[in-house]
């Protein structure tokens, strides 16, 4: 085509908004100029009513925070009575321990999911957040003046001072959220600001597990070392292996897992969230838009670390034991499985892989104690390999037509591309809408 | 409006041994819209690369309305106010392109800010007006990715005025694009033009000629060859020699062929059908003029 036919074709006038214009003189006066010419780029709507996304948008949240919490609910109240009926009751224990790796698993999707930052290393903050209150449940029922168990067999006579703090319960609360979290930050700090990323950061984290690791395993006199603390007695006046309690820590553990949902979801809904996979996405793009992707990082490693620390006390109260087996790599690799099995960048899908993954690891490691983990590794072989996404993924994506193609159900389809044209598409509901208004 | 904007003074980029850019000395007035052009590897990108913070320069020194801009992070002289687009249309494409223009309109990039404040409705009809501007108001809400190329091509341009920067960098708007899209985008470039200073680095002549009203800048090497406006540019004898060293064979070609008049058919040689000048001496196709091609220069 010649330049004039396209002329003559497109005479369309462009007309741009001049958006918070910055007359800004650099010799040092400074103007700023109100945004005028917003107004009149939307004369279009005058018309029609604004629509602005917020109602709906509230509506949606509330239906969906009832929804959560009826299963919350649900999962306090009605299951735990269901299983014992079964004569499963030891299930209910079970179900609680993998619900707090729920909320490690949250954490995961958040960094890796959302973020694109593959951490190997979340072991080290749950164990610390498990380490924190197996402390203060150490110290709890000591009389004044008394020493841990453990630390008379290897000679010490003094409480170390890092234990002093966890004499107090509200510290130790503090204490279980801050330490991974304050770790994170400046581990993630160092190593986002030098703009490491990828497979480094994967591996430097990775390195930080291992010198955790041997860390606590070697300290047998500030740590027990490799037994880990255990024996849990009292604290709060309440004994910890007591029934009531453990369904306490299984409430607890549910309306946490609600919270921390809803606290993941406000986070990644918002512009925050979108920021989160525009770095995942093109991190220098977002630089070039004058964000610095480095505190954006730092804070949601920190937040994730801070869930992992969470999950760690929960789940060590829950099972009776903090070791550093837990801080064992193999263990920050499996929570990275649970959130592909799950689907990443999908919170809910972080949640059912978790649960999922560790209940079948429970009945396969009944049924088979010899090769179970040979299960373990094709469950995440098929995973990667034909649900690349994920089940929550595969759900919201193909689900709907495999199931109908297994069926043989045939769809119908009209005229492929009106269907999908988003054009077509306002066009029909602007059309509805203003009948709409005009009856 | 003679304030410079921009100015670059005598910068040199080194890679280990390979100097991209040598000695590059640059000016931009206010408002200005400049077109750069120039061979592969004569460090067009490098030199966008300096401007925006990506790359820093070896030597010399880079002011930004009168600040030396050296020491910045890329993010801080974005907020400074320089824009940039890509070579390849760089949107985030897990998101809708509403969703990308409220993240350049974001006003408050800090953490925090963008953590806890709410989208002001200021910014909600910005937004709207840019789609509506850049012609994607019907598609405001599906994923970036189902996007065609010069539907990113302008969302990303629309990207770059919601950031609202006073100098925009922009890198090869017009590759890959129609030439219906070439001359829309040459459109909004130079509607914008009136209202921000712009450099445009491009190799699609006519492209250049549509919107090349003021200067335009040769590289060569790493740094300025010529400036100019368009005709003087295209008629410096330098420039033609750094472009089309290749001209003085074409003349010769062109009279052997005009001897022979057996036939008369009128061959435009286009990019698609390239024909070489011996392919049409074998198959005696009179040529009765041989114009300028006015594609992609460098193949000339």
Known sequence: MKKEEIKANTQKIYHFPRVRKRTENWQGKETVVEPVAAKDTVPKFQGLKLKYPVYTKHKSILIEAGIVGAIALITIFLIPPLLTVVGQAFRVGLLGRFLALAIVALGIDLIWGYTGMLSLGHGVFFALGG????????LAPLEPGRLPEFMGLYGVHELPWFWQPFYSFPL?????????????????????????????????????????????????????????????????????????????FYALTIILLALTYGFCRWLTTGRFGRLLVAIRDDESRVRFSGYNPTGFKVLVFAISAGLAGIAGALYTVQTGLISPKAMDIAFSIEMVIWVAVGGRATLIGAIIGAILVNFARSLLSEQFPEIWL????????????????????WWRSQAVNQIRRLLGIKQQVTYPSLETDPEVQQEREELTGKLGTGD | MNAKILEIDNVTVSFGGFKALKGLNFNLDQGELRVVIGPNGAGKTTFLDVISGKTKPTEGEVYFKGRNIQSFAEHEIARLGIGRKFQTPRVYLNLTPRENLELACNRNKNVFATLLRANSSDEYRTVTGLLETIGLSSKANVSAGLLSHGEKQRLEIGMLVAQSPDLLLVDEPAAGLTDEETYNVGELLLALAESHSIIVIEHDMEFVRQIANNKVTVLHQGSVLCEGNIEEVQNDPQVIEVYLGKQEEEIETKEIITEEEEKIALLEITKEEKMSVSEIIEKKIAVSEITEKEKKIEEV
Request: aromatic share 16%; no cysteine.
């Open chain 1, 374 to 393: 040979f299960f373990q590794g094709a469950l995440f072989l098929i995973v990667v390999m034909l649900l690349p996404d994920g089940l929550v993924g």
């Open chain 1, 131 to 138: 380490y924190a209150l197996a402390m203060h449940l150490q």
């Open chain 1, 172 to 248: 130790t609360i503090i204490g279980i959220i801050i330490i991974p979290a304050l770790l994170a930050a400046l581990l993630g700090y160092l190593v986002f600001r030098n703009r490491i990323r990828g497979v480094y950061f994967s591996i430097l984290t990775q390195a930080a597990t291992i010198v955790f690791f041997n860390f606590f395993n070697g300290q047998q006199k500030l740590f027990n070392g490799t037994n880990g603390l255990t024996n849990y007695k009292t604290f709060l006046g309440l004994e910890v292996n007591a029934p009531q309690t453990q369904f306490l």
